[in-house]
């Protein structure tokens, strides 16, 4: 190597994209399982290895410089192509065993993606799988997730998806509270969910009562006599202690969706957990979605 060319080690390379993009070394270090100390001293190695710096700490957190946001992209590149070379050698794995990590929303994880899991293993023992109930969508191209399953699109090139269901949901209270007197919907942030319009618009005059990002938890303060909530029709159309109301409104219908990296979902583990998936959907449409 040419004198004065500085070797670059891609440790280091992942401490600082971990830095720039949560803006602190706590947030950082929690990211990879690290200490704060450590990501500190892994970042004044790098720089002093460059002999410039990358990233400026203000009292807002850390800033990247010039030359951080030129590193910064050239960093993401190389972190891309790090994961593709895992998955293209993840592709390989030919057995029917193995762990396989699931994402969705906690609406289907429990009481309905669960079962069909449960139901696969029978088939091929050697299969683990990884349920992860998520509120956040993982990223598949990262591998933080193997398969997951959303109620929106996906996006991207190298994701191949499939519509696997529709899911319909509908208003329902507690059968001791026939007329509402507070609402139950999600958080802020999630303000745009078409659930969330929906209660805004036939219960505009309630005054809110619980705000949760969980529908588990919301499908628990509605039995339990909170308020109305907008709950799926598989699991609150069969428990007791519900009431469906606003029966003159038809269903709010949303698509499910099934997406699995394009590196990834021709191994067999991955394909059998995907078949498992989809027969179990088709088996279970009208159950989802009952007036469909």
């Given at each position: 190597m040419a004198a004065g060319h500085k070797i670059v080690n891609w440790d280091d390379l992942q401490n600082f994209l971990a830095i720039a993009r949560h803006g602190s070394l706590s947030a950082a270090a929690r990211s990879l399982g690290v200490t704060q100390p450590t990501m500190g001293r892994r970042l004044a190695a790098l720089e002093a290895n460059l002999g410039t710096r990358l990233l400026l700490?203000?009292?807002?957190?850390?800033?990247?410089?010039?030359l951080g946001e030129q590193m910064l992209a050239r960093a993401e590149r190389m972190e891309e192509e790090a994961y593709a070379a895992q998955l293209l050698a993840c592709s390989s794995d030919a057995r029917l065993e193995g762990t396989v990590r699931l994402t969705t929303v906690d609406t289907l994880a429990g009481a309905f993606i669960a079962p069909a899991m449960l139901d696969l293993q029978r088939e091929h023992p050697g299969i683990v799988v990884e349920l992860l109930a998520a509120t956040q969508s993982l990223n598949l191209s990262r591998r933080e997730a193997d398969i997951a399953i959303r109620m929106t699109r996906f996006e991207g090139d190298l994701i191949v998806a499939r519509k696997v269901a529709t899911l319909a949901l509908s208003f329902y209270t507690a059968r001791t509270q026939p007329e509402p007197e507070?609402?139950?919907t999600v958080l802020d942030d999630q303000a745009h969910l078409p659930e969330a319009r929906a209660m805004?618009?036939?219960f505009a005059s309630l005054p809110v009562g619980l705000k949760s990002n969980s529908r588990e938890v919301q499908h628990d303060a509605a039995c339990h006599g909170g308020g109305v909530a907008m709950l799926p029709r598989f699991r609150a159309d069969h428990?007791?202690?519900?009431?469906?109301?606003?029966?003159?409104?038809?269903?709010?219908?949303?698509d499910i969706w099934l997406g699995v990296h394009a590196d990834l979902h021709k191994m067999p583990r991955m394909?059998?957990?995907?078949?498992?998936?989809?027969?179990?959907?088709?088996s279970k449409a009208r159950l989802l979605d009952p007036e469909g």
């Open positions: 700490r203000t009292p807002e957190g850390f800033v990247l410089t010039a507070r609402v139950i805004a618009e036939h428990d007791e202690r519900l009431q469906r109301i606003r029966t003159d409104l038809p269903d709010l219908r949303r394909r059998s957990t995907i078949d498992a998936l989809v027969a179990h959907f088709a």
